[in-house]
């Protein structure tokens, strides 16, 4: 990752303001873009700063709302008047991406999937009995 500083404006202070950004479908645990390690580059030239990001899956229905979400928080850095988030295709998305942080707020643990399997079975089981 460049981390390139002009300005005032600094590499680390653009990733602080991307771990308040958040997948919709991971805030509720709170795994920033960060922690999913979406975060491919940043790069700073004066005021303006781009961020290539990866895709968990190129079908995310979110993509739009977390590019704008990046820009509009990036551009509350004093200093930053432009912000641009591209999504590039070139390296694919894994889970060993994730920090440690993110792989433990997503794991499930065996004691919350017993409930969910015990459910299912017991559901089939009528359903088998109609």
Same mark, same amino acid.
């Given at each position: 990752? &460049?981390?390139?500083?002009? $300005?005032?404006?600094?590499?680390?202070?653009?990733?602080?303001?991307?771990?308040?950004?958040?997948?919709?479908?991971?805030?509720?645990?709170?795994?920033?873009?960060?922690?999913?390690?979406?975060?491919?580059?940043?790069?700073?030239?004066?005021?303006?700063?781009?961020?290539?990001?990866?895709?968990?899956?190129?079908?995310?229905?979110? $993509?739009?709302?977390?590019?704008?979400?990046?820009?509009?928080?990036?551009?509350?850095?004093?200093?930053?008047?432009?912000?641009?988030?591209?999504?590039?295709?070139?390296?694919?998305?894994?889970?060993?991406?994730?920090?440690?942080? &993110?792989?433990?707020?997503?794991?499930?643990?065996?004691?919350?999937?017993?409930?969910?399997?015990?459910?299912?079975?017991?559901? &089939?089981?009528?359903?088998? $009995?109609?």
């Amino acid at each position: 990752m &460049a981390d390139t500083t002009t $300005a005032g404006i600094g590499h680390d202070d653009v990733m602080a303001v991307l771990r308040h950004c958040y997948d919709p479908c991971c805030k509720e645990r709170q795994v920033s873009v960060v922690d999913m390690g979406l975060v491919e580059q940043v790069r700073i030239d004066g005021s303006q700063v781009d961020i290539d990001i990866i895709l968990t899956t190129g079908w995310c229905p979110f $993509a739009w709302h977390l590019l704008q979400m990046m820009e509009e928080e990036v551009k509350t850095l004093p200093g930053v008047e432009q912000v641009q988030v591209n999504i590039t295709w070139d390296t694919p998305w894994s889970p060993e991406r994730m920090s440690a942080l &993110a792989r433990e707020r997503l794991r499930l643990p065996l004691e919350q999937l017993l409930p969910l399997r015990e459910a299912r079975r017991q559901n &089939a089981q009528q359903e088998g $009995a109609q």
